[in-house]
């Protein structure tokens, strides 16, 4: 168990469960014995998501662990406020230490507004809602029209393309490509592809 690295993922306020889901279900079944689900927020206080679901977090952002694999952004509605700020240190650590980064829905926006997103290729709810992400957003020719987008380490997507994340994010870990295929087209279709 202690070998296990950690993937953080960051909630806020009415966080969108659904964009969780896939993403922590497919990195604790695929990657079960390499990774452990971390769910972090601005403090320990229990955050309720869209659907009413209520997240106990496991730290908050003073107690990160070190060490990571991965860090994670699930969207919501409180990725244009004050609480979205508290998140920018460990997102400028994640960078720093050359870790993915993962960011669906609106978190999107919150990255295109910091400037993270002006070097990669990427996707969001909309090339328009980037546009309005504020200043530090100055790549708009780097938006691609796509679900998911996986470039140099950043992965994005859009709100309605969590399992679509959940993939890039496999693939960006490292984890079996045969795996997460069988894995996604079952998901995808409903049902497992004959040999």
């Keep these: 168990m202690s070998d296990k690295q950690n993937i953080l993922y960051v909630i ?3 966080w969108a469960d659904w964009e969780y889901a896939f993403a922590a279900g497919a990195v604790a079944y695929l990657g079960e014995d390499k990774y452990r689900n971390i769910v972090v ?3 320990t206080n229990i955050k309720q998501s869209m659907c009413g679901l209520r997240c106990l ?6 107690n990160v662990p070190t060490k990571y694999a991965a860090v994670v952004l699930i969207g919501g509605l ?4 004050g ?6 240190p460990l997102v400028k650590q994640c960078l720093e230490k050359g870790k993915p980064l993962g960011a669906i829905c609106d978190a999107c926006r919150f990255l295109a507004g910091m400037g993270v997103l002006n070097n990669v290729k990427h996707t969001g709810n909309g090339a328009s809602e980037l546009n309005e992400a ?14 998911a987008v996986r470039d140099k380490g950043i992965i994005t997507a859009n709100g309605t393309a969590a399992l679509e ?3 890039e994010l496999c693939l960006e870990l490292g984890i079996n490509e045969k795996q997460i295929e069988t894995w996604y087209t079952f998901y995808k279709r409903g049902f497992f592809a004959s040999a």
């Design 12 to 14: 806020l306020a009415k």
């Design 57 to 62: 977090p496991d730290c908050d952002l003073e």
């Design 41 to 43: 927020s601005t403090d």
């Design 165 to 167: 994340f959940a993939r």
């Design 134 to 147: 504020g200043d530090g957003y100055k790549n708009p020719q780097g938006f691609v029209a796509e679900q």
């Design 78 to 81: 409180s990725w244009r406020g």
């Design 83 to 88: 609480d979205a700020e508290k998140v920018i």
